[in-house]
């Protein structure tokens, strides 16, 4: 049956990327981005990872078959090695934002990315029987959820901000004060437009050949 829709070629190891392609592909805002960044065809092809990444958006949209990933991936300096690892998406994500981004460097596109993804939270020490407190505010373009042993994603939010006390040998340790007990957590500000969520479904285990276990 037919969608309207075109899938991606698997290199061998890369339905990890070829699925995150596919959502940002899906997002509206984020295919105008990288339809929008500056390049002039001229760059060469086999170091620009925002022209391939232009290429195989335009291919994905306007081809009737399923569209070949090796122009990108040759571009992030990959071999045929590479593309038979499993990496790691959350962290194949954050390089791939981090090189858009310099792509847009100095353009009108500058802060689009920021805009679509980031988000800020703050972290804070809270002091139970003094008055002392301190919060940092941090960005994030992602957040990593505990799935294990909770049922839903507001449960996974709980625990994210659930928080936690410094007691006994683990007190939190104030210059002015001495070690006192506080409790630690996190506080969101302000949520981006698009947030993206990793579920974190491995443990370390060293009982395994990978020294991972899945959830």
Known sequence: KETGYVGLNNQGATCYMNSLLQSLYHLPAFRRLVYEMPTTGTEDANISIPLNLQRLFCQMQFSSRSCSTVNLTKSF????????????IEEFL?????????????????????????????????????????????????????????????????????????????KYST?????????????????PPVLHLQLIRFTYDPTQPTGMTKI
């Open 94 to 170: 954050r390089v791939l934002i981090d090189n858009l981004e310099n792509k847009m460097q100095g353009t009108s596109l500058q802060d689009s990315i920021p805009r679509l993804f980031r988000g800020r939270y703050r972290n804070y020490i809270k002091c139970k029987n003094v008055d002392y407190r301190t919060v940092k505010e941090e960005n994030f373009y992602d957040l990593s959820m505990e799935v294990k042993g909770i049922p839903n994603l507001l449960d996974s939010f709980k625990n994210y901000v659930k928080p936690e006390e410094l007691t006994g040998d683990n």
């Open 77 to 88: 300096g990959w071999g045929s090695a590479e593309t038979f690892q499993q990496h790691d």
């Open 175 to 191: 210059e002015k004060y001495g070690k006192q007990d506080a409790i630690m957590g996190v506080e969101f500000v302000e949520f």
